[in-house]
């Protein structure tokens, strides 16, 4: 299926490894004309050296804090008018809320429901102008089903959710959509961070605890970012604008509900 977007223009955050690398990767076998950012400038490289080596030329990388105000500013400065936004940070950290300062808190805000509305003012009204616009919020499972650890993500991830929600229904006449992707478990260095942290913390090794969360998924395995990016894609491609303001949950359904 041609997705309809060749010579678009996207910019991809958090994309130097997992979700938003597959994201990346997908976008670029349509056509699309990409930049990533990340902040490690040799981890950056490195992946955008492997996209054109399998797809082409058209990667371009900033290496910067997406969740800083110049880190925003670089990325918008590299790739000013994007007909594509993904939006992606890293997830914030696990733990008790009792151990959470407020610094912890406005860290969590900014990068997972800040940063997000913040990219989007910066290119929203240029793709209504346009007439075509993608924007594509990388979220979490949490916002469906609260994970126990991940108070952080459960509470800035909601945020940001029901902002979208709003704002998607005012875009879409100008076929601009907002949605948002909800990974379940995927086998990024991500997870595995979770994996070993739990180990560390507890009496079980980081193999143990990855066997029994996989064995938990009705799929009985993780996701893989390629499976992520392709779903991100058709979210990204012409045929989608008439899908605005829904949360897709990607999770080899995990998630026990009827709806
Ligand atoms: P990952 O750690 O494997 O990759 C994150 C990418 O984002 C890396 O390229 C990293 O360099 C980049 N990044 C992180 N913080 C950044 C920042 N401040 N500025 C610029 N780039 C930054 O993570 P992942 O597994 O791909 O997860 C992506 C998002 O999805 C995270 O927010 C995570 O919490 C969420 N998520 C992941 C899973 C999963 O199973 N992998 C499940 C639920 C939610």
Not at 50 to 74: C, F, M, P, Q, Y
Not at 217 to 235: M, N
Request: proline share 4%; with cysteine.
């Amino acid at each position: 299926m041609d997705l309809g977007i060749q010579g678009k223009s996207a910019l991809v955050c958090g994309a130097s490894r997992g979700l938003g690398l597959g994201c990346a990767e997908a976008l670029l076998a349509e056509g699309v004309h990409v930049t990533i950012v990340a902040r490690d400038p040799a981890v950056l490289e490195q992946a955008a050296s492997a996209l054109r080596a399998k797809v082409g030329s058209s990667v371009a990388t900033v290496a910067a804090d997406i969740t800083a105000a110049e880190g925003r500013a670089a990325a918008l400065a590299a790739c000013p008018q994007p007909d594509i936004l993904v939006t992606n940070a890293g997830g914030p950290p696990p733990g008790d809320f009792r151990d959470w300062s407020r610094d912890d808190w406005i860290a969590a805000l900014d990068a997972n429901m800040l940063t997000p509305i913040e990219l989007i003012k910066a290119t929203v009204d240029a793709m209504m102008a346009r007439k075509f616009g993608r924007i594509v919020n990388i979220t979490s499972n949490s916002v469906k089903a609260p994970i126990d650890a991940l108070g952080l993500s459960n509470g800035a991830r909601a945020g940001l959710t029901g902002f979208v929600a709003g704002l998607a229904r005012k875009t879409v006449k100008h076929n601009v959509t907002i949605n948002n992707l909800l990974p379940g478990a995927f086998d990024t260095d991500r997870l595995a961070a979770i994996f070993a942290g739990a180990a560390q913390s507890g009496n079980r090794s980081a193999e143990e605890i990855r066997e029994s969360r996989r064995v938990m998924i009705p799929a009985q395995r993780f996701g893989t970012r390629q499976e992520f990016g392709a779903v991100c894609a058709f979210l990204c491609s012409a045929h989608a604008g008439y899908m605005t303001g829904q949360n897709i949950l990607l999770d080899g359904g995990a998630y026990p509900g009827t709806y």
